[in-house]
């Protein structure tokens, strides 16, 4: 089996530590040796015939870079408890870009050719892989024993705040938190002492831009915010920075690193990177940055974590637009995602949604997410209005049928993983840790043994499962990968039988319906989903206005199809659809139809 060829990304986000760890322990921050670990190998070939089968394009090989970790090994001593969080180590707290996290090797002197190995399988599958690239900051230890000549900070000049060819950004005797010595929020934890050794007589400012010589909990104390030629604290302005044509001498210090950094990994066979925070580093390194790459290798791909809302973004314009100017293939959409989460927990009504889809080209090269291992688990009891993994199909259906751009599931997510109870650092908030060593309750079901066939799933949790691979299937349409979108909820705002529930005095709260056509390749479908848990719609009629109809290229009798989980058929003229609208009996709490439309 091999993935199929697609020229829009599915991509499944895989955390190598849990992956593959079945160990059922789970002793809150246990170690390595008592809760075990996922490693490269065990991304065996039954486990990527599953992710082929389900339809995904792209693995995005998550935390495989070295990180800072409380786990020693003999060519590498345990980092200081007081720089880390959970004793595995923050996955975005990089100890050294040029090797891999040894946790994950079964011989960890041999990571590096496990996790080649790994990219080879990944390959002979036809499955593109991604790797995280985490531009805006490192730990606090970070020292590359690959590359030393090319460790952050070698060289740099330690009193002053700010230079051109730092890699850091340095804390002054006047700032915040009394210093020196750097004093860490973890005094008084177990093994902690509130103190750093490799920072006692000089202090860096944190990743989340603190400048302070006491972060607080809150901070990522673990973490040093890189310097690129640019003083963050002068504001947005980085137009003094180099072009995009720049040469390589010409650029500063931090950048050369990082284009060898990426250098390195395409060279290896990395296909492409998730970029964290890219909003916290400059749009002209982006614009530079990506040139490089992409004269290495054309086809790399760049998808980016960023937020507008974000104080620290280093642009005025909308963020996401700008990352997209500068050459990134798609970026994070977090406003959809807040909308969805919001229909559950904030009041918000999918009519919510509307404006969004008014983003221009952005619209189309959204990454669209229910899950990530940033957010709640879907299927958590915290939010999500606690509704269970049910949630998922009428969120993703949404999100991954609105638009052209990548889509990604997350490992545990297809089979309903609740991430209930506390794990270590991490806690008990509804997210599968990132911070501990760790497996999953839901998903070692599915892993069964390395066999990767949902043995010991219940059913529900099995037809979850066949359900995402049916929706990754439909979306691989044409409609789907090369339509436009044409939204239904603002012509039905005054149809009272558009599933308007009792004491609702307009539609569109639960229901939400939209159009996607490619009328050069004559394909086109009715996107219908109810988002209320409990109530399912009884005869709800969806109009479909004329220009909707002339868009379409609709003949005068349209027939409609469910394509995804169900045997629903209707029929209708057009007439009747611009007046009355589609007649649908009865929808189902969460769930959803993609009726594929075809006309005489």
């Excluded at 606090?140 to 730092?166: I, T």
């Excluded at 958590?380 to 949630?391: A, D, H, I, L």
């Amino acid at each position: 089996m091999h993935a199929v060829e697609s020229s829009r990304p599915r991509i499944y986000q895989l955390f190598v530590r849990t992956f593959g760890n079945t160990n059922e322990t789970r002793k809150p921050n246990g170690t390595l040796a008592e809760n075990g670990c996922g490693k490269f190998n065990d991304i065996n070939d039954a486990a990527l015939t599953s992710l082929c089968e389900m339809g995904f394009t792209h693995v995005w090989l998550t935390g495989v870079l070295e990180q800072a970790s409380g786990t020693a090994y003999d060519s590498r001593p345990a980092d200081d408890a007081d720089i880390l969080k959970g004793i595995a180590g923050s996955p975005y707290a990089i100890k050294d870009y040029f090797d891999v996290c040894p946790d994950y090797a079964s011989k960890p002197e041999k990571r590096m050719e496990e996790f080649k190995a790994l990219l080879a399988r990944c390959q002979a599958f036809g499955l593109k892989t991604i790797i995280d690239f985490v531009p805006n900051h490192v730990a606090r230890s970070y020292q590359s024993d690959v590359k030393p000549e090319l460790s952050f900070g070698v060289g740099d000049d330690q009193h002053s705040f700010f230079a051109r060819e730092n890699n850091f950004f340095y804390l002054r005797t006047s700032d915040a938190g009394n210093g020196p010595p750097l004093r860490l929020p973890t005094e008084g934890k177990e093994g902690c002492n509130g103190r750093f050794s490799g920072e006692e007589t000089f202090g860096r400012v944190t990743g989340n831009n603190v400048i302070s010589w006491a972060p607080s909990i809150n901070d990522w104390y673990e973490t040093v915010k890189l310097n690129y030629g640019h003083d963050y604290t002068t504001g947005r302005d980085t137009s003094h920075l180099p072009a995009a044509d720049a040469a390589l001498t010409d650029v500063p210090k931090t950048w050369r690193m990082m284009d060898a950094i990426l250098q390195y990994w395409q060279g290896m066979g990395v296909g492409g990177f998730r970029v964290d925070m890219a909003h916290m580093v400059p749009m002209e390194f982006w614009a530079w940055s990506i040139k490089q790459a992409r004269a290495r290798n054309k086809d790399v791909f760049f998808m980016a974590e960023a937020y507008d809302n974000d104080p620290a973004k280093l642009c005025e314009a909308h963020v996401l637009d700008e990352l997209l100017a500068r050459g990134f293939d798609a970026v994070y959409d977090d406003p959809t995602y807040d909308v969805l989460m919001g229909l559950y927990d904030e009041g918000k009504w999918s009519n919510d949604l509307d404006p969004l889809t008014f983003t221009g080209a952005r619209f189309h090269q959204s990454l669209r997410y229910g899950e990530n291992h940033d957010e709640v688990r879907l299927a958590t009891s915290k939010e999500w209005g606690n509704v269970g993994m049910q949630v998922g199909k009428p969120v993703c259906a949404t999100l991954f049928a609105m638009g052209r751009g990548p889509v990604m599931v997350y490992n545990g997510q297809e089979v309903g993983e609740p991430a209930e109870g506390s794990e270590g650092f991490g806690g008990d908030d509804g997210r599968t840790t990132i911070f501990d060593y760790w497996s999953m309750p839901a998903f070692t079901k599915w892993v069964n043994g390395g066999k990767y066939d949902g043995g010991k799933l219940s059913e529900p949790q099995k037809n979850l499962y066949s359900w995402y691979g049916k929706l990754l299937k439909v979306i691989a349409q044409p409609a789907f990968e090369k339509g436009e979108f044409y939204g239904l909820n603002h012509a039905n705002k005054d149809n009272s039988d558009y599933g308007r529930l009792e004491g609702e005095s307009a539609s569109g709260h639960w229901l939400y319906a939209f159009l996607r056509s490619d009328p050069t390749l004559g394909q086109s479908f009715l996107v219908v989903v109810n988002f209320n848990a409990t109530q399912a719609l009884e005869n709800v009629r969806i109009v479909i206005p004329e220009d909707a109809l002339g868009w379409l290229k609709a003949k005068d009798q349209l027939h409609f199809s469910d394509r995804l989980d169900s045997n629903w058929t209707g029929s209708s003229v057009q007439s009747e659809l611009m007046q009355k609208g589609l007649l649908i009996s009865r929808l189902e709490p969460c769930s959803s139809l993609m009726l594929e439309i075809s006309s005489e």
